[in-house]
């Protein structure tokens, strides 16, 4: 025992274990201060490195073990526990099931395991945010005790608290949206995560936006959501991004002035603007007392539903402005909402209760706040709402506004994109006009401009513009219900102060034109621009002919022993030329000095025979150039069209047919029911089949199936023999012959090989680095002498062991087929077992970890049939039966403090695992 430094161990178990049975004993013991007690064991024979690297990892998995050790020599299997403790049972179970279905013979081993108090803080399991904006809201259910008290937000926190961590890309005033929630949560920020040192953002029990100040570009963090109670709670919350120095505004939108010039907009963007100080307050509107700086928008509904737009105000500095709205609806159009909206005095609401809607008044604040909530409740498809922003400190600020709740969303097809144009141009230049990236969805463009010009594109092109071309280019979009607001673009064309003209012309196989500055493809006019710092200097322009040459082949077709005439200057005679192809060029000269080519391509064909040879069923005929034939026999025709005269031959034969497809069985599992053979007709009425097999099937309890009539007309089902020996039927090759027998009294037959392969489950996936094959033991009795590996059908290369192992912390391959190739001793066939595809392994869900002493707390379960308390010092407590797949609820023990609790599968075998009771 010198060789072994153990300090604080609890001796669990000691003995011999051997591949059938286990027993263990103490070898040797001594007591060492604070009452540890240490043992071991011998192994009783040397086992392969492969096995050790195998069995270290089948145990440091199962049983959560850190460390496992062989050492040479006299071996020793030394485990150290830092994680949790097991009992003497539990560990003995799992290593005789382990040392029987994995053909390790014998084994002895020195258990070490020591207590560990660990326990887990809500810092263990933090929960990244990945962004700004709704699309990444996070949704934060609480239930049960917490595992700290903070306060600095209300009440000493009880509950269960969640951690957050965000990093933000820029530095600015950043702020925390909650969009729903139940009871009361206290929310904090930190940059470090602790249980203490936290800066209360707000507790909150609503909905609202929550100011968390600036945050600095690469910097963590850290977001405490702490429940006020232990009762269940849910909170749906995202992190709002404001640009820049944390005005949020980036002046994408102008003012509007009045109400029929108000701004359309949809949901799916943010919008932000320069609240005006410069336009004049129209009095007392509905709720508002005052309405200075007043700016109008307008939406349409698309997807019906409630709609939240969340509305704020900042200064440069990113310190809140007091900002106030009123919203009108439902209309049918904008000129009607700006006709009826009703100037009724109401109730200021933050809240949005009673009494809204009052008249067409949807909402209405006229509160002292930097931010305000927008609700329009049971909005539907088509509808108008109009919106009033005004900025009631009337200082320089910016007003953002953005959709943040609800199912409802807005037409986006009211709103035109910004229009562009790539000018200032020059005479001869391309004009490039542009309508700007729009989410519009089946938008249509509509151009208009000077010179008439009129285009459907949304980024239109006009080449060799000229000084017609210059002067105000508008576009509307639209979709097939909305016409969107017009843009405009001013396209300025300067002309040049000198211009030189060039009138040439080249042939088409000299293209392009390389000339005088110039490098052109096409025929027409074409400028040249010199420009210098003031604009357009000088102007060329070339006016290029291109004349064509003439590349003119001629194609004819003549039998052999005819003549063709083709009249040029040096032609040959084409009379009595032997079968082949023939070409002659001559070249000629255009009134432009192009070349034209004209080429003569002259092919004589053979007169020849063609002979076919065909089989036909005796029911069928065949179509012999018009002529239907039946019956057997030599025919001749003489076909024209196919070039010169062919005299064709057929030798038609009549066959008897076959009328039965089969599909052969091919490879079947061991534990299949049954054999499915699908089958067609093509021909005739089928009156009965029977279905033989070889004499190594029947010895493997096949049985014949007499002739009898088919009880299906596109299978026949064959039963496979119900485990005779002893789970399973034999894997093995055998040998089927089907006969069909049709109502005419043909009889058809078809003779198969068929491959019965070892059911998957003698394969066991253990963990999600283990695949193996049970033993003899397990397996129905088979040993095998060679084994071979497959993954998808690719032979995995070295792996010739009973079973596969991903070392070095490596994984299967989940979802993808494992199979092995095995030879049984004594036999040269090969078969293959049916696939395994292994799945992400994980047993039990024990929730919570922590709880309350004598309190119900639920277990739920993949395999485990029973679960045992007991203490650290392995005293059992009590015992309880689980229902399989179910969530059981049990009790905990009465008495505080740390327990083991053992859960026992099908098989015998264990898994344990913590739980803290307070």
Known sequence: MNR?????????????????????????????????????????????????????????????????????????????????????????????????QYSVQSIADEVHMSPSNVIATPCDNIIHIAGCGTANAKTATFSGSGSWSNAGCGPLTTGQEKIYSFTPNTTGSYSLVVTSANGYVDYFWSTSCSASGWTCISALASGGSYTIGNLTAGTTYYFLLDAEGTTSRTHSFYINCLNGNGSGCSGVLTQPSGCTDAEPFCTSDQYCFAASTA?????????????????????????????????????????????????????NSLADACAQKQNISCSSNHNHTFPYPYGNIVDCCFCSLTYENLHINNAQTGQVYLLLLTNYDHIPANISFSKTGGTATTNCGIITPPADNNGPLCVGDSLQLTAQTSNIGGAIYSWTGPNGFTSNLQNPTINNVTTANAGIYTLIVSTTTETGTIETTEVVINVPSDTTFIDDQICTNVLPYVQNGFNVSTAGVHYLNLTNVNGCDSIITLNLTVNQIYNDTVLWTICAGD????????????????????????????????????????????????TIDKSICATKSYDFYGTIITNAGTYTDTVAGIGCDTIVTLNLSVIECTYVQIDPPGEICADDDLILLSYSISDGNLTCYSVTFNSTAIQAGFVNIPCQNPASSTHIEVLIPPFPSPQYVRPDNYSMTIEFELLDGTIESRTFDFTVLYPSWIMEQEWNDVVALQNN??????????????????????????????????????????????????????????????????????????????????????????????????????EYQLIDGKENSIYAPYATGVYIIVFENKNGMTEAGKIVVK
């Not at 043992?39 to 270290?56: M, P, R, T, W």
């Not at 809140?320 to 009123?326: P, R, S």
């Open 279 to 331: 336009l004049s307050a129209y009095g007392r509107i509905g709720c508002l007392v005052t309405t200075p700086g007043p700016a109008w928008y307008w939406m349409q509904i698309d997807q019906p539903g409630n709609l939240q737009i969340y509305i704020e105000q900042k200064d440069a500095n990113g310190r809140g402005v007091d900002v106030d709205f009123i919203a009108w609806g439902p209309f």
């Open 4 to 100: 072994f430094f153990l300090i604080n161990c609890l001796c669990l178990f000691c003995g011999f274990l051997q591949a059938q049975s286990i027993g263990y004993s103490v070898e040797s013991e001594k007591t060492y201060p604070n009452n540890t007690r240490i043992c071991y064991f011998e192994i009783s024979e040397k086992i392969s490195h492969e096995q050790q690297d195998f069995l270290q990892r089948k145990v440091e998995n199962h049983l959560k073990l850190n460390q496992l050790s062989f050492f040479s020599n006299r071996e020793r299997l030394v485990m150290f526990n830092a994680a949790m403790d097991f009992t003497v049972d539990s560990v003995v179970n799992f290593i005789e099931n382990t040392l029987a």
């Open 563 to 610: 003549s063709y005439y083709y009249t040029c200057g040096n032609c040959p005679n084409f009379a009595n030329l032997p079968a082949g192809n023939y070409f002659f060029t001559d070249t000629l000269q255009t009134m432009n000095n192009c070349d034209s080519v004209v080429t003569l391509n002259l092919t004589v064909n053979p007169l020849f025979t063609k």
């Open 777 to 878: 033991r397990y397996n129905g009795g088979y040993r095998f002498s060679f084994y071979e590996w497959y993954l998808d059908d690719r032979q995995l290369t070295g792996e010739n062991n009973s079973f596969i192992y991903i070392k070095n912390g490596g994984t299967l391959e989940m979802g993808h087929e494992y199979r092995a190739l095995l030879t049984r001793e004594g036999e040269n066939s090969k078969i293959f077992t049916c696939p395994l595809i292994p799945q992400w392994h994980t047993d039990v869900t024990l929730y919570p970890t922590i709880v309350g002493a004598a309190t119900r707390f639920s277990i739920v379960s993949k395999n485990a049939v029973k679960v045992t308390f007991y203490t650290v010092t392995g005293i059992k407590l009590s």
